[in-house]
Antibody
């Protein structure tokens, strides 16, 4: 089955760190932009970051700039989201998504839950 | 990076049409022909319906159509069906190579 799969979510204390991973099944992520988006419980979608196929171009939402970093290992066909200095308001389901068409994402993962709480 | 503005809710009877607006600024919707629309059923991941304002990915019914005028984009769902009941989000490319989602609209099929 062609899909993207996130992993690495969990419970972390405020100020802590967590690294999410995004892998592909049935295709290679290496030639695609990859986005991260999140959705707090009962709330709307929020775009978080994107990374280009070479890993050289990255951008972030203001709300995570300076705390989150996206990277990729094309040898492993995996994209990462390193989240530092986590805050309770970062609590959300985090989605990895493939930028398969221009200016949009055409495939979403099932999401991984991140809970920031003491 | 303020969220694009969508109406919280919209509704229609089966077979009718519903149109959802998505209002941004001249830094996002008004500047780029990059608006996309996503459908999300409860507990599920979003699904791409429209990209580049008017284009439909393969497999998306032509009941779904998009348009844009100035800083406001719109999604029209024609011939409403029960399975169209879901949350809908717009999204636009924006300044500094970022993206911004809309606030979301819950569509109810009466």
């Amino acid at each position: 089955e062609v899909q993207v799969v996130e992993s690495g979510g969990g419970l972390v204390q405020p100020g802590g760190s967590l690294r999410l991973s995004c892998a592909a099944s049935g295709f290679t992520l290496n030639t695609h932009w990859v986005h991260w988006a999140r959705q707090a419980p009962g709330k709307g979608l929020e775009w978080v970051s994107q990374i280009d196929p070479n890993g050289n171009g990255r951008s972030y939402a203001d709300s995570v700039t300076g705390r989150f970093t996206t990277s990729r290992d094309n040898a492993e066909s995996t994209v990462y989201l390193q989240m530092n200095s986590l805050r309770p308001e970062d609590t959300a389901v985090y989605y990895c998504a493939r930028g398969g068409v221009l200016y949009a994402v055409d495939m979403w993962g099932q999401g991984t839950m991140v809970t920031v709480s003491s | 990076q303020s969220a694009l503005t969508q109406p919280p809710s919209a509704s229609g009877s089966p077979g009718q049409s519903v149109t959802i607006s998505c209002t941004g600024t001249n830094r996002d919707v008004g500047r780029y022909n990059s608006v996309s629309w996503y459908q999300q059923h409860p507990g599920k991941a979003p699904k791409l319906l429209i990209y580049e304002v008017t284009k439909r990915p393969s497999g998306v019914p032509d009941r779904f159509s998009g348009s844009k005028s100035g800083s406001t984009a719109s999604l029209t769902v024609s011939g409403l069906q029960a399975e169209d009941e879901a949350d809908y989000y717009c999204c636009s490319f924006a300044a500094s190579n970022t993206y911004v989602f809309g606030t979301g609209t819950k569509v109810t099929v009466l």
